[in-house]
Protein backbone atom coordinates (compact mmCIF):
# COMPACT_ATOMS: atom_id res chain seq x y z
CA UNK A 1 0.00 0.00 0.00
CA UNK A 2 1.20 3.88 -0.60
CA UNK A 3 1.72 5.95 2.35
CA UNK A 4 1.09 9.17 2.50
CA UNK A 5 3.51 11.30 3.13
CA UNK A 6 2.06 13.28 6.76
CA UNK A 7 3.93 16.27 5.44
CA UNK A 8 1.03 16.51 2.48
CA UNK A 9 -1.83 18.12 3.86
CA UNK A 10 -1.58 21.89 3.51
CA UNK A 11 -2.08 21.75 -0.58
CA UNK A 12 -5.93 21.30 -1.52
CA UNK A 13 -5.00 20.40 -5.19
CA UNK A 14 -4.05 17.18 -3.94
CA UNK A 15 -1.99 14.52 -1.72
CA UNK A 16 1.36 12.93 -1.78
CA UNK A 17 2.15 9.27 -1.52
CA UNK A 18 5.20 7.51 -1.37
CA UNK A 19 5.28 3.79 -2.94
CA UNK A 20 8.52 2.53 -3.27
CA UNK A 21 10.77 3.89 -5.58
CA UNK A 22 8.56 6.16 -6.81
CA UNK A 23 6.28 9.20 -5.21
CA UNK A 24 2.78 9.35 -6.16
CA UNK A 25 0.70 12.62 -6.52
CA UNK A 26 -2.95 13.10 -6.56
CA UNK A 27 -4.47 15.85 -8.11
CA UNK A 28 -7.85 17.05 -8.01
CA UNK A 29 -9.88 18.97 -10.74
CA UNK A 30 -8.61 22.51 -11.34
CA UNK A 31 -5.16 21.25 -10.41
CA UNK A 32 -4.95 18.34 -13.00
CA UNK A 33 -6.33 20.75 -15.50
CA UNK A 34 -3.55 23.19 -14.71
CA UNK A 35 -0.63 20.20 -15.74
CA UNK A 36 -2.33 19.56 -19.06
CA UNK A 37 -2.29 22.93 -20.04
CA UNK A 38 1.30 22.84 -18.74
CA UNK A 39 2.20 20.46 -21.08
CA UNK A 40 0.64 21.58 -24.02
CA UNK A 41 1.92 24.47 -23.65
CA UNK A 42 5.50 22.98 -24.22
CA UNK A 43 6.24 24.53 -20.85
CA UNK A 44 6.58 20.90 -19.08
CA UNK A 45 9.09 19.59 -21.64
CA UNK A 46 11.07 22.56 -21.32
CA UNK A 47 11.84 22.77 -17.82
CA UNK A 48 12.38 19.34 -17.60
CA UNK A 49 14.73 19.37 -19.81
CA UNK A 50 16.48 22.29 -18.04
CA UNK A 51 16.54 19.82 -15.35
CA UNK A 52 14.33 22.61 -13.04
CA UNK A 53 11.66 20.26 -12.67
CA UNK A 54 10.78 16.80 -11.36
CA UNK A 55 9.19 14.87 -14.05
CA UNK A 56 5.60 13.91 -14.14
CA UNK A 57 3.45 11.48 -16.19
CA UNK A 58 0.35 9.54 -15.60
CA UNK A 59 0.23 6.96 -12.90
CA UNK A 60 -0.29 3.43 -14.29
CA UNK A 61 -3.53 1.29 -12.80
CA UNK A 62 -1.32 -1.28 -10.92
CA UNK A 63 0.03 2.39 -9.17
CA UNK A 64 -3.18 3.61 -8.64
CA UNK A 65 -4.32 0.70 -7.01
CA UNK A 66 -2.23 0.85 -4.50
CA UNK A 67 -3.34 3.89 -3.22
CA UNK A 68 -5.98 4.84 -0.41
CA UNK A 69 -9.23 4.87 -1.87
CA UNK A 70 -10.09 8.37 -1.35
CA UNK A 71 -7.04 9.43 -3.77
CA UNK A 72 -8.58 6.84 -6.74
CA UNK A 73 -10.76 8.93 -8.40
CA UNK A 74 -8.47 12.00 -8.60
CA UNK A 75 -5.72 12.00 -11.48
CA UNK A 76 -2.67 10.09 -10.00
CA UNK A 77 1.33 11.56 -11.13
CA UNK A 78 3.97 9.41 -10.70
CA UNK A 79 7.42 11.19 -10.14
CA UNK A 80 10.87 9.57 -9.23
CA UNK A 81 11.93 9.40 -6.04
CA UNK A 82 14.84 11.43 -4.79
CA UNK A 83 17.74 10.05 -2.79
CA UNK A 84 16.90 12.34 -0.22
CA UNK A 85 14.88 14.65 1.31
CA UNK A 86 16.38 17.68 2.87
CA UNK A 87 14.82 21.11 4.29
CA UNK A 88 16.24 24.50 4.19
CA UNK A 89 17.52 24.84 7.42
CA UNK A 90 19.88 22.03 7.05
CA UNK A 91 20.81 23.61 3.79
CA UNK A 92 24.58 25.51 4.00
CA UNK A 93 24.27 29.36 2.69
CA UNK A 94 24.99 27.94 -0.93
CA UNK A 95 22.38 25.87 -1.55
CA UNK A 96 19.70 28.09 0.05
CA UNK A 97 21.02 30.83 -2.42
CA UNK A 98 21.05 28.09 -5.11
CA UNK A 99 17.24 26.87 -4.35
CA UNK A 100 16.15 31.09 -4.27
CA UNK A 101 17.62 31.25 -7.84
CA UNK A 102 15.81 28.34 -9.16
CA UNK A 103 12.89 29.70 -7.71
CA UNK A 104 12.91 33.35 -9.61
CA UNK A 105 14.38 31.78 -12.74
CA UNK A 106 11.34 29.02 -12.84
CA UNK A 107 9.08 32.49 -12.02
CA UNK A 108 10.81 33.94 -15.11
CA UNK A 109 11.13 30.77 -17.40
CA UNK A 110 7.09 29.94 -16.63
CA UNK A 111 5.92 33.96 -17.42
CA UNK A 112 6.87 33.18 -21.00
CA UNK A 113 4.41 30.46 -21.33
CA UNK A 114 2.11 32.05 -20.18
CA UNK A 115 2.16 30.41 -16.43
CA UNK A 116 2.72 31.22 -12.95
CA UNK A 117 3.78 29.97 -9.31
CA UNK A 118 1.29 30.22 -6.78
CA UNK A 119 3.33 30.05 -3.92
CA UNK A 120 7.11 30.25 -3.11
CA UNK A 121 7.68 27.72 -0.53
CA UNK A 122 11.47 26.66 -0.09
CA UNK A 123 10.01 22.98 1.05
CA UNK A 124 8.96 22.74 -2.69
CA UNK A 125 12.55 22.84 -3.99
CA UNK A 126 14.93 19.71 -3.50
CA UNK A 127 18.50 18.74 -4.48
CA UNK A 128 19.52 16.02 -6.47
CA UNK A 129 23.04 15.71 -5.23
CA UNK A 130 24.58 19.40 -5.16
CA UNK A 131 21.52 20.46 -7.87
CA UNK A 132 18.14 21.88 -7.22
CA UNK A 133 15.37 20.52 -8.59
CA UNK A 134 11.62 21.85 -8.04
CA UNK A 135 9.23 19.30 -6.82
CA UNK A 136 5.54 21.02 -6.65
CA UNK A 137 4.02 20.76 -10.15
CA UNK A 138 0.57 21.92 -8.63
CA UNK A 139 2.16 25.20 -8.09
CA UNK A 140 1.71 26.08 -11.89
CA UNK A 141 -1.13 28.03 -12.15
CA UNK A 142 -1.65 29.83 -15.48
CA UNK A 143 -0.97 33.52 -15.45
CA UNK A 144 -3.44 36.72 -15.37
CA UNK A 145 -2.56 39.70 -17.20
CA UNK A 146 -1.96 42.17 -14.41
CA UNK A 147 -1.50 39.88 -11.48
CA UNK A 148 0.11 40.40 -8.54
CA UNK A 149 3.27 37.80 -7.15
CA UNK A 150 1.26 36.04 -4.50
CA UNK A 151 4.57 34.45 -3.15
CA UNK A 152 6.48 37.53 -3.23
CA UNK A 153 6.60 38.19 0.78
CA UNK A 154 7.13 34.01 1.69
CA UNK A 155 9.50 34.26 -1.29
CA UNK A 156 11.33 37.01 0.97
CA UNK A 157 10.80 34.86 4.29
CA UNK A 158 11.70 31.77 3.41
CA UNK A 159 14.64 32.35 1.00
CA UNK A 160 16.27 36.41 1.25
CA UNK A 161 16.00 36.84 4.66
CA UNK A 162 17.59 33.59 5.89
CA UNK A 163 20.39 34.32 3.45
CA UNK A 164 20.74 38.06 4.70
CA UNK A 165 21.37 36.70 8.50
CA UNK A 166 24.83 35.49 6.75
CA UNK A 167 25.70 38.20 4.44
CA UNK A 168 24.69 41.51 6.52
CA UNK A 169 25.31 40.14 10.36
CA UNK A 170 27.32 36.99 9.72
CA UNK A 171 24.43 35.17 11.40
CA UNK A 172 23.86 31.44 10.22
CA UNK A 173 20.07 31.15 9.13
CA UNK A 174 19.82 27.00 10.22
CA UNK A 175 18.80 26.77 14.18
CA UNK A 176 16.23 30.43 13.58
CA UNK A 177 15.03 28.76 10.50
CA UNK A 178 14.64 25.40 12.09
CA UNK A 179 12.55 27.17 15.35
CA UNK A 180 10.60 28.83 12.39
CA UNK A 181 9.69 26.63 9.86
CA UNK A 182 7.82 29.23 8.04
CA UNK A 183 10.99 31.51 7.24
CA UNK A 184 12.49 34.99 8.88
CA UNK A 185 9.98 37.68 9.81
CA UNK A 186 11.26 40.76 7.91
CA UNK A 187 10.13 42.29 11.19
CA UNK A 188 13.23 39.96 12.67
CA UNK A 189 15.35 41.49 9.69
CA UNK A 190 14.31 45.54 10.53
CA UNK A 191 15.29 45.50 13.78
CA UNK A 192 18.46 44.01 13.34
CA UNK A 193 19.12 46.63 10.67
CA UNK A 194 19.39 49.34 13.15
CA UNK A 195 17.41 52.75 12.28
CA UNK A 196 19.30 54.27 9.23
CA UNK A 197 20.53 51.06 7.31
CA UNK A 198 16.89 50.24 6.74
CA UNK A 199 16.21 52.85 5.01
CA UNK A 200 19.99 53.76 3.03
CA UNK A 201 19.87 50.30 0.60
CA UNK A 202 17.40 50.14 -2.25
CA UNK A 203 16.86 46.79 -2.34
CA UNK A 204 16.90 46.48 1.24
CA UNK A 205 14.57 49.67 0.92
CA UNK A 206 11.53 47.92 -1.42
CA UNK A 207 11.51 44.42 -0.29
CA UNK A 208 11.90 44.42 3.15
CA UNK A 209 11.14 47.68 5.22
CA UNK A 210 8.34 49.28 3.32
CA UNK A 211 6.47 45.81 3.46
CA UNK A 212 7.04 45.54 7.00
CA UNK A 213 5.43 48.96 7.20
CA UNK A 214 2.52 48.42 5.38
CA UNK A 215 2.58 44.95 7.47
CA UNK A 216 2.10 46.60 10.57
CA UNK A 217 0.05 49.42 9.55
CA UNK A 218 -2.61 46.30 8.56
CA UNK A 219 -2.37 44.84 11.86
CA UNK A 220 -2.83 48.24 13.35
CA UNK A 221 -6.01 49.34 11.15
CA UNK A 222 -7.56 46.04 10.29
CA UNK A 223 -10.91 47.54 9.15
CA UNK A 224 -9.32 50.39 7.30
CA UNK A 225 -10.70 50.68 3.41
CA UNK A 226 -8.28 49.19 1.48
CA UNK A 227 -7.52 50.98 -1.97
CA UNK A 228 -8.08 47.91 -4.66
CA UNK A 229 -4.83 47.22 -5.84
CA UNK A 230 -3.99 48.46 -9.55
CA UNK A 231 -3.02 45.61 -12.19
CA UNK A 232 0.83 44.93 -12.48
CA UNK A 233 1.74 44.63 -16.15
CA UNK A 234 3.73 41.67 -17.07
CA UNK A 235 6.76 43.71 -17.36
CA UNK A 236 6.54 44.74 -14.49
CA UNK A 237 6.68 41.63 -13.02
CA UNK A 238 9.34 40.36 -14.78
CA UNK A 239 11.43 43.71 -13.87
CA UNK A 240 10.51 42.97 -10.21
CA UNK A 241 12.03 38.76 -10.55
CA UNK A 242 15.05 40.08 -11.97
CA UNK A 243 15.85 42.53 -9.82
CA UNK A 244 15.33 40.47 -6.89
CA UNK A 245 17.65 37.64 -8.79
CA UNK A 246 20.30 40.26 -9.54
CA UNK A 247 20.43 40.53 -5.66
CA UNK A 248 19.99 37.09 -4.36
CA UNK A 249 22.97 36.51 -6.67
CA UNK A 250 25.53 38.95 -5.23
CA UNK A 251 24.62 37.60 -1.63
CA UNK A 252 27.77 36.25 -0.14
CA UNK A 253 28.00 34.38 3.11
CA UNK A 254 30.24 36.71 6.02
CA UNK A 255 32.87 33.77 6.95
CA UNK A 256 32.38 32.51 10.55
CA UNK A 257 35.71 32.70 11.88
CA UNK A 258 37.84 31.06 13.96
CA UNK A 259 36.05 27.46 12.81
CA UNK A 260 37.35 24.07 13.14
CA UNK A 261 37.97 24.15 9.51
CA UNK A 262 40.53 26.52 9.32
CA UNK A 263 42.45 24.96 12.33
CA UNK A 264 42.32 21.68 10.25
CA UNK A 265 43.12 23.01 6.96
CA UNK A 266 45.91 25.52 7.98
CA UNK A 267 47.70 24.61 10.95
CA UNK A 268 46.85 20.72 10.82
CA UNK A 269 49.09 18.46 13.19
CA UNK A 270 47.57 15.61 13.33
CA UNK A 271 48.86 13.84 10.11
CA UNK A 272 52.69 13.41 9.65
CA UNK A 273 53.88 12.63 6.39
CA UNK A 274 51.95 10.47 3.96
CA UNK A 275 49.29 9.69 6.63
CA UNK A 276 46.55 11.59 4.53
CA UNK A 277 47.12 9.77 1.61
CA UNK A 278 46.73 6.37 3.58
CA UNK A 279 43.56 7.62 4.63
CA UNK A 280 42.57 8.83 1.41
CA UNK A 281 43.22 5.49 -0.15
CA UNK A 282 41.58 3.51 3.01
CA UNK A 283 38.34 4.79 2.27
CA UNK A 284 38.98 4.73 -1.58
CA UNK A 285 39.11 1.39 -1.43
CA UNK A 286 36.54 0.63 0.78
CA UNK A 287 34.46 2.44 -1.84
CA UNK A 288 35.54 0.15 -4.42
CA UNK A 289 34.79 -2.90 -2.68
CA UNK A 290 31.34 -2.27 -1.72
CA UNK A 291 30.10 0.04 -3.95
CA UNK A 292 27.54 1.75 -1.86
CA UNK A 293 24.32 3.28 -3.99
CA UNK A 294 24.16 6.09 -1.17
CA UNK A 295 26.72 6.85 1.65
CA UNK A 296 26.83 8.82 4.74
CA UNK A 297 29.83 11.15 5.89
CA UNK A 298 29.63 12.32 9.33
CA UNK A 299 31.80 14.89 9.80
CA UNK A 300 32.00 15.80 5.80
CA UNK A 301 33.85 18.81 6.11
CA UNK A 302 34.91 20.04 2.71
CA UNK A 303 33.70 16.89 1.23
CA UNK A 304 37.54 15.52 0.16
CA UNK A 305 36.78 12.16 1.28
CA UNK A 306 33.41 12.41 -0.20
CA UNK A 307 35.14 12.72 -3.05
CA UNK A 308 37.10 9.82 -2.83
CA UNK A 309 34.23 7.78 -2.21
CA UNK A 310 32.27 9.12 -5.29
CA UNK A 311 35.33 8.43 -7.40
CA UNK A 312 35.48 5.03 -6.28
CA UNK A 313 32.39 3.10 -6.42
CA UNK A 314 29.82 4.83 -4.77
CA UNK A 315 26.59 6.05 -6.21
CA UNK A 316 25.73 9.25 -3.74
CA UNK A 317 26.93 10.64 -1.04
CA UNK A 318 24.93 12.76 1.85
CA UNK A 319 27.48 15.03 3.73
CA UNK A 320 26.83 16.50 7.43
CA UNK A 321 29.29 19.38 9.02
CA UNK A 322 28.32 22.05 12.05
CA UNK A 323 31.68 23.79 9.92
CA UNK A 324 29.30 26.37 7.86
CA UNK A 325 32.40 27.65 6.58
CA UNK A 326 33.91 24.05 5.42
CA UNK A 327 30.03 23.58 3.89
CA UNK A 328 30.65 26.34 1.77
CA UNK A 329 34.04 24.84 0.70
CA UNK A 330 31.84 21.20 0.24
CA UNK A 331 29.15 22.97 -1.73
CA UNK A 332 31.62 24.74 -4.56
CA UNK A 333 33.54 21.46 -4.24
CA UNK A 334 30.59 19.09 -5.40
CA UNK A 335 29.48 21.99 -7.92
CA UNK A 336 32.61 22.50 -9.65
CA UNK A 337 33.50 18.71 -9.66
CA UNK A 338 29.36 17.61 -10.29
CA UNK A 339 29.50 15.15 -7.65
CA UNK A 340 26.15 13.41 -6.84
CA UNK A 341 26.69 14.93 -2.99
CA UNK A 342 25.06 17.07 -1.06
CA UNK A 343 26.67 18.62 1.71
CA UNK A 344 24.21 19.61 4.53
CA UNK A 345 24.20 21.25 8.31
CA UNK A 346 23.89 18.98 10.89
CA UNK A 347 24.71 18.46 14.59
CA UNK A 348 25.25 14.80 15.64
CA UNK A 349 24.58 15.75 18.82
CA UNK A 350 21.56 17.90 18.38
CA UNK A 351 20.06 17.16 14.37
CA UNK A 352 16.85 18.00 13.30
CA UNK A 353 13.92 16.20 14.81
CA UNK A 354 10.64 15.73 13.77
CA UNK A 355 8.43 18.54 13.58
CA UNK A 356 5.87 20.79 12.27
CA UNK A 357 2.20 19.92 12.52
CA UNK A 358 1.77 16.89 14.84
CA UNK A 359 5.01 16.36 15.25
CA UNK A 360 5.43 15.13 11.72
CA UNK A 361 5.35 17.52 8.95
CA UNK A 362 9.20 17.66 8.63
CA UNK A 363 10.35 14.61 9.15
CA UNK A 364 13.57 13.82 11.67
CA UNK A 365 17.21 12.88 10.71
CA UNK A 366 16.92 9.93 12.10
CA UNK A 367 13.85 8.71 9.84
CA UNK A 368 15.50 9.94 6.89
CA UNK A 369 18.03 7.14 7.08
CA UNK A 370 18.94 5.75 3.61
CA UNK A 371 22.77 5.30 3.92
CA UNK A 372 24.06 1.45 2.91
CA UNK A 373 27.54 3.01 4.19
CA UNK A 374 28.98 5.38 6.81
CA UNK A 375 31.85 7.24 7.29
CA UNK A 376 32.59 9.07 10.01
CA UNK A 377 36.53 10.30 10.16
CA UNK A 378 37.84 12.73 13.10
CA UNK A 379 34.70 12.92 14.77
CA UNK A 380 34.13 10.61 17.86
CA UNK A 381 36.64 13.09 19.77
CA UNK A 382 34.72 15.88 18.83
CA UNK A 383 31.20 13.74 20.41
CA UNK A 384 32.85 11.83 23.23
CA UNK A 385 35.26 14.40 24.25
CA UNK A 386 33.45 18.13 23.08
CA UNK A 387 29.95 17.34 23.98
CA UNK A 388 30.42 14.47 26.40
CA UNK A 389 28.18 12.14 24.56
CA UNK A 390 29.74 8.26 26.10
CA UNK A 391 31.75 6.83 23.93
CA UNK A 392 29.47 3.44 23.71
CA UNK A 393 26.95 6.13 23.08
CA UNK A 394 28.82 7.47 19.83
CA UNK A 395 29.47 3.89 18.63
CA UNK A 396 25.80 2.64 18.81
CA UNK A 397 24.93 5.64 16.97
CA UNK A 398 27.04 5.49 14.15
CA UNK A 399 26.98 1.59 13.57
CA UNK A 400 23.13 1.57 13.66
CA UNK A 401 23.24 4.68 10.40
CA UNK A 402 24.63 1.90 7.93
CA UNK A 403 24.87 -1.79 7.73
CA UNK A 404 28.95 -1.28 7.13
CA UNK A 405 31.31 1.92 6.96
CA UNK A 406 34.72 3.58 8.76
CA UNK A 407 35.05 4.96 11.95
CA UNK A 408 38.39 7.13 12.46
CA UNK A 409 39.64 6.69 15.78
CA UNK A 410 41.71 9.42 17.52
CA UNK A 411 43.75 8.69 20.58
CA UNK A 412 43.86 11.25 24.09
CA UNK A 413 47.81 12.20 23.29
CA UNK A 414 46.76 13.46 19.54
CA UNK A 415 47.67 17.05 19.66
CA UNK A 416 43.70 17.95 18.56
CA UNK A 417 42.69 15.68 21.63
CA UNK A 418 45.09 17.83 23.82
CA UNK A 419 44.17 21.01 22.57
CA UNK A 420 40.22 20.29 23.17
CA UNK A 421 41.55 19.52 26.78
CA UNK A 422 43.61 22.19 27.60
CA UNK A 423 40.97 23.89 29.40
CA UNK A 424 38.88 21.53 30.84
CA UNK A 425 39.53 18.76 33.26
CA UNK A 426 40.01 15.67 31.90
CA UNK A 427 37.34 13.20 32.92
CA UNK A 428 37.15 10.73 30.42
CA UNK A 429 38.93 7.64 31.79
CA UNK A 430 36.97 5.41 29.12
CA UNK A 431 38.26 7.10 26.29
CA UNK A 432 40.96 5.20 24.83
CA UNK A 433 41.57 2.80 21.68
CA UNK A 434 40.66 -0.44 23.82
CA UNK A 435 37.33 1.21 25.27
CA UNK A 436 36.55 2.07 21.68
CA UNK A 437 36.94 -1.24 20.18
CA UNK A 438 34.88 -2.84 22.87
CA UNK A 439 32.08 -0.67 22.55
CA UNK A 440 32.30 -1.42 18.53
CA UNK A 441 32.92 -5.04 19.05
CA UNK A 442 29.19 -4.69 20.97
CA UNK A 443 27.20 -4.16 17.59
CA UNK A 444 29.78 -4.83 14.24
CA UNK A 445 32.69 -7.06 13.41
CA UNK A 446 35.43 -5.28 12.64
CA UNK A 447 36.86 -6.24 9.24
CA UNK A 448 40.04 -3.89 8.98
CA UNK A 449 42.24 -1.31 10.20
CA UNK A 450 44.86 0.86 9.45
CA UNK A 451 46.91 2.28 11.72
CA UNK A 452 47.99 5.84 10.73
CA UNK A 453 50.97 5.72 13.41
CA UNK A 454 52.30 3.93 16.09
CA UNK A 455 49.41 5.00 18.75
CA UNK A 456 48.02 7.52 16.90
CA UNK A 457 45.05 7.79 14.53
CA UNK A 458 42.96 4.56 13.46
CA UNK A 459 40.65 3.89 10.80
CA UNK A 460 38.37 0.80 11.16
CA UNK A 461 36.06 -1.08 9.08
CA UNK A 462 33.13 -2.66 10.39
CA UNK A 463 30.16 -4.78 8.97
CA UNK A 464 27.37 -4.32 11.53
CA UNK A 465 26.50 -7.90 13.06
CA UNK A 466 22.62 -8.99 12.80
CA UNK A 467 20.21 -8.44 15.45
Known sequence: MAIRDPGSFRDPSGTIFSSGDTILRSVNGEAAQNFARLKSSGAYDDLVGRGWIVSAEQADAAAIADMAEPARGARVLVHPKLPFISYPYEWPFALLKRAALLHLDLQLRALDFGFALSDASAYNVQFAGHRPVFI??????????????????????????????????????????????????SSDIVALLGRFRRWLAPDILTNITLPDLLQRRARHAPDADARPARPLPKAALQMVLRRLHRWVSRLTPKPIAPTEWQRYETGNVSYAGDEERRKQDFVADFARRHAPACAWDIGCNTGRYAEALLQNGAGSVIGFDTDLDALEAAAARAAAARLNFLPLF????????????????????????????????????????????????????????????????VP??????????????DVF??????????????????????????????????ERVAG
Do not use: C
Open 429 to 462: ADYDSAQFEQALGRHARIVGRLALADGGRTLYEF
Open 136 to 185: DIPSFVPYRDGDYWTGQRQFIEQFVNPLLLRALFGIAHNAWYRGALEGIA
Open 346 to 409: SDAANPSPAQGWGEAERSGLASRRNADAVIALALVHHLAIGRNVPLPFVVEWLVGLAPRGVIEF
Open 412 to 425: KPDPMVQRMLRLRR
